[in-house]
């Protein structure tokens, strides 16, 4: 069961850096791709640019319905998440194929990812990179998360199929916020 | 001693989301600032976006000068990234306070840090997006690793202080760059 997670939050499960599942509404159906290129741009509310090659399928679905879901991954699901990365939504259903399992989101008309532990809902604000860059500017504007996940083991791409795991956690004495 | 790290390869570092400690010059002297929201925009030529505040010092020094070093602390360096991030280069030396090393770049009147196992000397090439979002988008022209080190435990931070470092690492069969 997930819960709200506030949205001067959000920050914390971006910022380091994982892989994650982008989840768009085509009128064929539901679709993901996977993505690293990614940064949080604002505290609250919560803004995201990231990258996507018009190469991509999902690249026209997000034009076309600026709506998405960021669903976050954790190493257990790293195989679908490779999986989505190396095959097309235009010949495929992904969901079927890899056994991921699509829930209506709450806000947005994109569907989220129920293996995820958490899904956040986008809406794009701005476009005006996408043409010279794919930069999409996003807005997220609603956060849930599984809070039976502690120290999510979540997974970070250097290339290749290559992934680093979420390692054990420190706390240093800081002001940063 | 670092060697040069293909232009081709550059995103291998920075897409998993390390802590970065960007590097500026200014009239002064140098200055070194604590950042976590970059993200890659493109394979070759590398470009990366990345977001700073105008409430910070480097802000003004990157605008005026149009050149940084991107260097990525590995976790023995973690304390120093905290004390950068907590304080000021308007009021502090922060590279004496800290201990760190500054060097000449190869490319870039920016210093490096030689403590670090990655520089990425880049150059602003587009300020379009700074007003709205303190959004910079860098052309990285000259890059350089360690090569002695061979899994690097970048740090990833998750908000106050608590970071989760590198972990293990693990390679799946994939078509994905």
Redesign the interface.
């Known amino acids: 069961m997930k819960r709200d997670l506030p949205f001067s ?1 959000v ?3 971006l ?4 892989v994650v599942l982008l989840t768009t509404r085509g009128k064929d159906g539901p679709n993901v791709m ?1 993505m ?7 505290f609250e509310p919560p ?1 995201v ?3 996507i090659s018009n190469r991509n399928y999902s690249f026209g679905l997000l034009m076309a319905t600026k709506e998405c879901v960021i669903n976050i991954p954790t ?1 257990d699901l ?2 679908k998440v ?1 999986g989505c ?2 095959t097309s939504g235009e010949k495929l259903d992904k969901f079927r194929k890899f056994g991921l399992t699509t829930k209506a989101a709450g806000v947005v008309r994109a569907p989220l990812i129920a293996e995820c532990y958490a899904n956040l809902e986008c809406r794009v604000i ?1 476009t ?2 996408v043409a ?4 999409f ?1 996003m807005e997220i504007v609603a956060a849930r998360i599984d809070p039976s996940v502690k120290n999510p ?25």
């Open positions: 939050k920050y914390t499960l910022e380091p850096g994982p996977t690293s290129w990614h940064t949080m741009m604002e803004l640019g990231c990258v190493v790293a195989e490779v990365g190396n701005d005006s990179k010279k860059y794919g930069f500017v083991r979540t997974i970070h791409h250097f290339g290749m199929g290559n992934f680093m795991v979420a390692g054990k956690r420190i706390k240093l004495p800081s002001r940063m916020k």
